[in-house]
């Protein structure tokens, strides 16, 4: 059973790329209680190890940061001018609710826009540029702003909490990749007898170099690094199959073969065997993708080292890189299982 208020606190937290504090903690102190020794490096990253954990044990990281925004300028009215955090279309901005984080708390905005009524002809077609949308806090100037501790740099994040749907679905912002974040936890309560570290990286979604992986992994330097993250599902009326090497909501966890058309990682040959023999044994029915665009934490993580043998374990996820996306309970069930079986696997060798 997935625990859905695990779940939520998770997708919850805030965690803008760079700004992965509140995230960090949260993981941090449940990865302790556990019995990890955990400690959370210069750039973010939570390091979690098992009490077995040896010189090079086995990495599994899942990244904590979601995508966002950051405040750019603040008008003289008190309106918020933004950049994005990380890939987002900017289709998917227009009036949505959004978090603004301060030093002294969170404030609650909206990212404003003309109704049709006003709209000039054809003018709905068109999407926007960043630079012409704003967010409101319903502020009247620009020193109401600063005095709710808000300035150039601070970040901003959606505000869409979780929600179950039909079929044991679930929906939420962030949940590429805290779906990632809570298998790791789920790993950690079976894995304390087992040689591994656990990692929540930062800045994932803003480098193809996977900068808080890359670091932790170079600090820990694994004999096999595993990246949990979500994959694209595309069984919706937007995407085909073809376009996604099938994968789907429901049709267990995803290996990824290659990613970023090679660019990034290619899965290690052995490892990548073994991952597909574990989940036959285990009988986990999971699938396979190759990506043209987009990597995990094991795009950079591969070559460190002379060499880590890289592997990325996806949950499937739909509408991923928006204000929110939609997982199945089942995936993230079997993802738990096959990462358990493949740690009891790495164990041994
Ligand atoms: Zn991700």
């Known amino acids: 059973m997935t625990d859905l208020k695990l779940m939520a606190e998770l997708v919850d937290a805030f965690g803008v790329p760079s700004e992965e504090e509140e995230i960090a903690k949260l993981m941090k102190e449940k990865l302790a209680k556990m019995g990890y020794k955990t400690s959370i490096d210069r750039i973010g990253n ?53 978090i603004v984080k301060t030093e002294k708390g969170k404030i609650y905005g909206v990212i404003g826009h003309k109704p049709p009524h006003l709209q000039k002809k054809g003018a709905e077609s068109r999407v926007p540029e960043t630079k012409d949308l704003f967010i409101d806090l319903g502020a009247k100037s620009r020193k109401e702003v600063e005095k709710l501790g808000i300035r150039i740099g601070t970040p901003v994040g959606f505000d869409m909490p979780l929600r179950s749907l039909q079929n044991g679905k679930i929906s939420a912002k962030a949940l590429d990749d805290r779906v990632g974040c809570y298998c790791l936890l789920k790993l950690a309560q079976k894995a304390m007898g087992l040689d591994v570290v656990l990692v929540g990286s930062v800045q994932e979604e803003v480098s193809v170099f996977a900068k808080g992986a890359a670091l932790s992994a170079w600090n820990v330097h694994p004999r096999y690094f595993v990246a949990v993250d979500t994959s694209i599902a595309g069984d919706h009326p937007e995407i085909s199959e073809e376009d996604v090497s099938g994968v789907a909501l429901d049709k267990g966890p995803v290996i990824t073969l290659v990613e970023a058309a090679s660019t990034g990682n290619v899965a290690d040959r052995l490892l990548r065997n073994l991952v597909m023999d574990v989940a036959k044994k285990a009988k986990i029915a999971y699938q396979l993708e190759v990506v043209e665009g987009g990597g995990t934490d094991a795009s950079t993580v591969y070559n460190l080292h002379g060499g880590i043998p890289s592997i990325a374990i996806c949950v499937p996820a739909r509408y991923i890189h928006s204000n929110v996306g939609v997982c199945a309970l089942k995936d993230i069930e079997k993802t738990n299982e096959l990462l358990l079986r493949l740690a009891q696997e790495l164990d041994r060798g």
């Open 46 to 98: 939570v390091i979690a190890r098992s009490p077995k954990a040896g010189a090079h044990p086995v990495m599994f990281a899942a990244h904590m940061d979601e995508i966002g925004l950051m405040v750019k300028f603040i008008t003289d009215k008190g309106f918020l001018r933004f950049i994005k955090i990380g890939g987002i279309d900017n289709r998917v901005l227009i009036n949505q609710r959004v």
